[in-house]
């Protein structure tokens, strides 16, 4: 089946600093590839969705600068965290489309709990 | 509008008990709705999904019961399990472009022993 791997698991990072978070499809090229944001008891949120070789586009309220994505490839995604503050501090989940499978080609990563001190 | 509404936002059953959590959506568009199992800080994995042509799916224990004219789906968890306590979510999907799932809120299952 496929598999999307996620990494970190977790990552702690004084204030200030920037964390990026790699998301890759193992056995599938993943034209597009999602973000989300999920806060404690609540629900995923589109983060910004990601295609290969261009830009990302990112929902409403969601800084592009302090959220940078990459899609570089077929198989991998970045999000990186720049400058992070304490409200940064959240579970990322990342999200990779089989474009094969149509509307039932979604496979999601592990996510990254990033904790900002 | 592209919602789905999902109920309850929290659920007990007594072990061996049926757990059910029903959604609802209003986009007619969506073709595809899964339900996705998340236990604490992992990411949601797939359990089951339907698409619109087929009103029931089993497997195993996990059933969704889906009402096309009603534009709602539901999920059954038949002999529910102490393990199966996490949070449920459903999701519906469409075959267009680089959209993706819109998720339900959530709904938080714990099975008592």
């Known amino acids: 089946g496929a598999v999307v791997s996620q990494h970190p698991s977790w990552v702690i990072c004084k204030s200030g600093t920037s964390v990026k978070i790699e998301c890759r499809s193992l056995?599938?090229?993943?034209?597009?590839m999602f973000w989300y944001r999920q806060f404690p008891k609540q629900s995923l949120m589109l983060m910004a969705t990601?295609?290969?070789?261009?830009?990302?586009?990112?929902e409403q309220g969601v800084e592009k600068d302090k959220f940078l994505i990459n899609h570089a490839s077929l198989t991998l995604s970045t999000l990186t965290v720049t400058s992070a503050h304490p409200e940064d501090s959240s579970f990322y989940i990342c999200?990779?489309?089989?474009?094969?499978?149509?509307?039932?080609?979604?496979?999601f990563g592990s996510g990254t709990r990033l904790t900002v001190v | 509008q592209q919602q789905v509404k999902q109920s309850p936002q929290s659920l007990i059953v007594q072990k061996g008990g049926i757990s059910i959590i029903n959604c609802a959506y209003e986009?007619?568009?969506?073709?595809?709705f899964p339900w996705y199992q998340q236990f604490p800080g992992k990411g949601p994995a797939l359990l089951i999904a339907?698409?619109?042509?087929?009103s029931e799916k089993k497997e195993g224990r996990f059933t969704i019961s889906f009402n096309k004219s009603a534009k709602q789906f539901s999920l059954h968890i038949m002999d529910s399990q102490p393990g199966d306590s996490a949070t449920y979510f459903c999701?519906?999907?469409?075959?267009?472009?680089?959209?993706?799932?819109?998720f339900g809120k959530g709904t938080m299952l714990l099975v008592s022993p």
């Open positions: 999200s990779a489309r089989d474009p094969l499978r149509g509307s039932s080609g979604y496979t």
């Open positions: 056995d599938f090229q993943a034209t597009t």
């Open positions: 990601s295609n290969e070789g261009s830009k990302a586009t990112y």
């Open positions: 986009n007619t568009a969506f073709d595809y």
């Open positions: 339907i698409r619109p042509d087929v």
């Open positions: 999701a519906a999907g469409m075959n267009s472009g680089y959209s993706t799932l819109t």
